[in-house]
């Protein structure tokens, strides 16, 4: 896995509270067996018409939103289905942090595995952002803070272990397997 | 020793190596379910690391999501015409075959929506942590089972360790006490559930059903229950193993004999949380008080009973879900036009649902206009309710009846929705697109679904009887 750590970039302001892994990636595209491209087909639905030409009001689509790597989205973000392809596509179109006031429990452990950052604000800096799209904020997963342009800082919760396989770039499959002594031991256990 | 709850009892029995101040507990995982659609990219990952499945004989697949459920042609055999489903269907029968994986291919006897199979073979037992990449994997909690959904990432994890990092939830005792009315099904219970809690209610936690009105149930219907705990946003639901569990797993063909039986079941007798034992949260619920349910809009918590108004939209989202289902706010549901009704999912598929279904359909017709599809949960419960005559009553009221799959609930199998049409299904979300790009969703129950399929209408089934 890439190391993650610093993230600084132009926001993008999607205010729509209960995104689901539906809109973020439609079952249709889940038939590919890899995960490489998922990206163009990200919120296909909101961003393109039945033709499949660009719906000029979707925020991903305004010229302002390309190049952004930091999704501002509302409550609850990543709600419903467990697929992966969701972090996979945000990640692939270019995605590398999602803030909300709340992430659905499977997409954030998702995210993180995928060296998407979820990060969970509370509701005056969420406003703030809301209120200012396309505002330059850094995100340090290190300092777990997110900076605004103006210097606020506000931080934010990361899991430990999450945090630490960002920083140094570990997969948490190597980790796993290297607990093998322990998982044979358990299994022993319980076969006696 | 100090009270627990059932989950903690779990929890705590299939801890490789508990929580530390730097990394999560590592838990033993009993069984995991795999189908097409979340696990090829995980094989892929096994291969280039060289990686073997540590357990095989704890891995089941299936193939249901991307599968048709169109009739088979004259070999008795399902054409599968899509291309990219026909290579992942490909994909998963190389892995299987490659990793010495149990697989239920598509139309062999034991095939059918993971949900469905897992506790129809008795795989799905009580005490158990099942996984699957799939977030209705919930359903098994039914079974006093700790099961939960997970990435694909984690399945490469549980495919190679047999072992998953997990960050201990919290837990919420939904208790429903009272007895259900007449008309009032397991769905209308869930559905009144996901509506309190809303859609991220139950972020972070993992739900305990319980009280009289759960105990009441069947276990067809305590998988209704646990399988909706994900859409109002928890991993997992559980309800206590009972008598009722004990005679549903009894003789399956995967379910403990002999004296190994008697052994389990003494070890289930003392699964269920201890008196006084504390949960984070608890919601009460009155049975006598639950009406039959129907959503309204876009996510699986808006909810209504069939009677009631629309609620008036509070903000935007609110606003944008009742724009893209084209209704307004403070009108009634009851009478509004449909142009499909889909009876199926790993929600509501069992033959308790299609018999349900079915005496509503006897000696009726389906409206003219309204297409109906009856999709079993799987092979077997084809087979049953065929046994039963339950398929000429769909096709006599003028339904489809199809091979078993996942269908118009995920519409990635030509199973779908129209743009703008509106469907009564009996699935478990209502996601914009969700069953066919446009379309647009009302969940409800079997009796609810066949009720208005008949009328054309969306209709209270309580004035069909
Ligand atoms: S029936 Fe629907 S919810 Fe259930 S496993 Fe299949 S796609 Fe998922």
Same mark, same amino acid.
């Given at each position: 896995?890439?190391?993650?750590?610093?993230?600084?970039?132009?926001?993008?302001?999607?205010?729509?509270e209960n995104?689901d892994?539906?809109?973020?990636?439609?079952?249709?595209?889940?038939?590919?067996?890899?995960?490489?491209?998922?990206?163009?087909?990200?919120?296909?639905?909101?961003?393109?018409?039945?033709?499949?030409?660009?719906?000029?009001?979707?925020?991903?689509?305004?010229?302002?939103?390309?190049?952004?790597?930091?999704?501002?989205?509302?409550?609850n973000?990543?709600c419903g289905?467990?697929?992966?392809?969701?972090?996979?596509?945000?990640?692939?179109?270019?995605?590398?942090?999602?803030?909300?006031?709340?992430?659905?429990?499977?997409?954030?452990?998702?995210?993180?595995?995928?060296?998407?950052?979820?990060?969970?604000?509370?509701?005056?800096?969420?406003?703030?952002?809301?209120?200012?799209?396309?505002?330059?904020?850094?995100?340090?997963?290190?300092?777990?803070?997110?900076?605004?342009?103006?210097?606020?800082?506000?931080?934010?919760?990361?899991?430990?272990?999450?945090?630490?396989?960002?920083?140094?770039?570990?997969?948490?499959?190597?980790?796993?397997?290297?607990?093998?002594?322990?998982?044979?031991?358990?299994?022993?256990?319980?076969?006696? | 020793?100090?009270?627990?709850?059932?989950?903690?009892?779990?929890?705590?029995?299939?801890?490789?190596?508990?929580?530390?101040?730097?990394?999560?507990?590592?838990?033993?995982?009993?069984?995991?379910?795999?189908?097409?659609?979340?696990?090829?990219?995980?094989?892929?990952?096994?291969?280039?690391?060289?990686?073997?499945?540590?357990?095989?004989?704890?891995?089941?697949?299936?193939?249901?999501?991307?599968?048709?459920?169109?009739?088979?042609?004259?070999?008795?055999?399902?054409?599968?015409?899509?291309?990219?489903?026909?290579?992942?269907?490909?994909?998963?029968?190389?892995? #299987?075959?490659?990793?010495?994986?149990?697989?239920?291919?598509?139309?062999?006897?034991?095939?059918?929506?993971?949900?469905?199979?897992?506790?129809?073979?008795?795989?799905?037992?009580?005490?158990?942590?099942?996984?699957?990449?799939?977030?209705?994997?919930?359903?098994?909690?039914?079974?006093?089972?700790?099961?939960?959904?997970?990435?694909?990432?984690?399945?490469?994890?549980?495919?190679?360790?047999?072992?998953?990092?997990?960050?201990?939830?919290?837990?919420?005792?939904?208790?429903?006490?009272?007895?259900?009315?007449?008309?009032?099904?397991?769905?209308?219970?869930?559905?009144?559930?996901v509506?309190?809690?809303g859609i991220g209610?139950?972020?972070?936690?993992?739900?305990?059903?319980?009280?009289?009105?759960?105990?009441?149930?069947?276990?067809?219907?305590?998988?209704?229950? #646990?399988?909706?705990?994900?859409e109002?946003?928890?991993?997992?639901?559980?309800?206590?193993?009972?008598?009722?569990?004990?005679?549903?797993?009894?003789?399956?063909?995967?379910?403990?004999?002999?004296?190994?039986?008697?052994?389990?079941?003494?070890?289930?007798?003392?699964?269920?949380?201890?008196?006084?034992?504390?949960?984070?949260?608890?919601?009460?619920?009155?049975?006598?008080?639950?009406?039959?349910?129907?959503t309204?809009g876009t996510n699986p918590g808006m909810g209504?009973?069939?009677?009631?108004?629309?609620?008036?939209?509070?903000?935007?989202t609110?606003?944008?879900a009742?724009?893209?289902?084209?209704?307004?706010?403070?009108?009634?549901?009851?009478?509004?036009?449909?142009?499909?009704?889909?009876?199926?999912? #790993?929600?509501?598929?069992?033959?308790?649902?299609?018999?349900?279904?079915?005496?509503?359909?006897?000696?009726?017709?389906?409206?003219?206009?309204?297409?109906?599809?009856?999709?079993?949960?799987?092979?077997?419960?084809?087979?049953?309710?065929?046994?039963?005559?339950?398929?000429?009553?769909?096709?006599?009221?003028?339904?489809?009846?199809?091979?078993?799959? #996942?269908?118009?609930?995920?519409?990635?199998?030509?199973?779908?929705?129209?743009?703008?049409?509106?469907?009564?299904?009996?699935?478990?979300r209502n996601f914009e697109?969700?069953?066919?790009?446009?379309?647009?969703?009302?969940l409800?129950?079997?009796?609810?679904?066949?009720?208005?399929?008949?009328?054309?209408?969306?209709?209270?089934?309580?004035?069909?009887?």
């Amino acid at each position: 896995m890439e190391k993650v750590n610093l993230i600084t970039s132009r926001t993008v302001v999607l205010p729509v509270e209960n995104v689901d892994t539906d809109q973020i990636i439609p079952a249709r595209f889940l038939k590919a067996t890899s995960k490489i491209g998922l990206g163009k087909n990200l919120f296909a639905d909101w961003r393109f018409d039945a033709d499949g030409k660009p719906k000029a009001d979707f925020i991903l689509n305004r010229p302002e939103a390309s190049g952004a790597a930091i999704l501002v989205a509302g409550d609850n973000f990543g709600c419903g289905s467990s697929r992966e392809h969701a972090p996979w596509a945000l990640h692939d179109y270019g995605f590398r942090a999602v803030v909300s006031t709340s992430i659905a429990d499977i997409f954030r452990n998702n995210a993180l595995k995928n060296g998407l950052i979820p990060v969970v604000v509370d509701r005056a800096v969420h406003e703030k952002l809301l209120a200012a799209p396309d505002a330059i904020v850094t995100i340090s997963v290190e300092d777990q803070t997110l900076t605004l342009a103006d210097g606020t800082r506000t931080s934010f919760p990361i899991d430990p272990f999450a945090r630490f396989c960002l920083l140094n770039g570990v997969d948490e499959l190597e980790f796993l397997l290297a607990q093998e002594p322990a998982i044979a031991a358990f299994e022993k256990s319980r076969a006696g | 020793m100090k009270p627990r709850t059932m989950f903690q009892k779990i929890w705590e029995a299939h801890l490789v190596r508990p929580a530390s101040a730097d990394t999560p507990a590592i838990l033993y995982v009993d069984l995991h379910l795999i189908h097409e659609v979340t696990s090829p990219q995980a094989f892929t990952w096994l291969r280039e690391k060289n990686l073997k499945v540590r357990r095989p004989e704890r891995t089941v697949a299936t193939m249901d999501h991307s599968t048709p459920t169109t009739p088979r042609g004259r070999d008795g055999k399902i054409q599968v015409l899509d291309n990219a489903a026909a290579l992942q269907i490909a994909a998963l029968e190389k892995n #299987c075959a490659d990793f010495g994986i149990e697989l239920h291919a598509l139309g062999s006897d034991g095939q059918g929506i993971v949900h469905v199979i897992g506790p129809e073979l008795g795989l799905t037992q009580p005490g158990a942590i099942i996984v699957c990449g799939d977030s209705h994997t919930s359903t098994h909690g039914a079974f006093g089972a700790l099961a939960f959904g997970i990435g694909t990432s984690e399945v490469s994890h549980v495919l190679a360790t047999q072992s998953l990092l997990q960050q201990p939830p919290k837990t919420l005792a939904v208790t429903i006490e009272g007895t259900l009315r007449p008309g009032v099904t397991a769905k209308d219970v869930i559905l009144a559930v996901v509506a309190r809690l809303g859609i991220g209610g139950g972020n972070g936690h993992v739900i305990e059903y319980r009280g009289s009105a759960i105990r009441a149930l069947s276990m067809e219907e305590r998988m209704t229950v #646990c399988n909706m705990s994900i859409e109002a946003g928890a991993r997992a639901g559980m309800i206590a193993p009972d008598e009722t569990t004990f005679a549903y797993l009894e003789g399956r063909p995967r379910a403990p004999k002999g004296a190994a039986w008697d052994k389990a079941v003494a070890a289930w007798r003392s699964l269920p949380s201890d008196p006084g034992a504390a949960f984070d949260r608890e919601e009460k619920f009155d049975a006598d008080k639950l009406e039959p349910m129907i959503t309204y809009g876009t996510n699986p918590g808006m909810g209504i009973s069939i009677g009631g108004p629309i609620p008036a939209p509070s903000n935007a989202t609110a606003e944008k879900a009742l724009a893209y289902m084209g209704l307004t706010g403070e009108k009634k549901l009851l009478g509004h036009k449909i142009d499909v009704v889909f009876i199926g999912s #790993c929600t509501n598929s069992r033959l308790s649902d299609l018999r349900a279904a079915a005496g509503i359909f006897k000696g009726r017709k389906v409206a003219e206009g309204v297409r109906v599809l009856v999709v079993p949960g799987s092979q077997a419960i084809k087979k049953a309710a065929e046994a039963e005559g339950l398929d000429r009553v769909f096709r006599e009221a003028g339904a489809d009846w199809r091979e078993a799959g #996942c269908s118009m609930c995920i519409a990635m199998n030509g199973d779908q929705l129209k743009p703008g049409q509106y469907a009564v299904s009996t699935s478990n979300r209502n996601f914009e697109g969700r069953q066919g790009a446009g379309g647009r969703t009302f969940l409800a129950s079997p009796v609810t679904a066949a009720a208005s399929a008949i009328t054309g209408r969306i209709t209270d089934a309580r004035e069909m009887v």
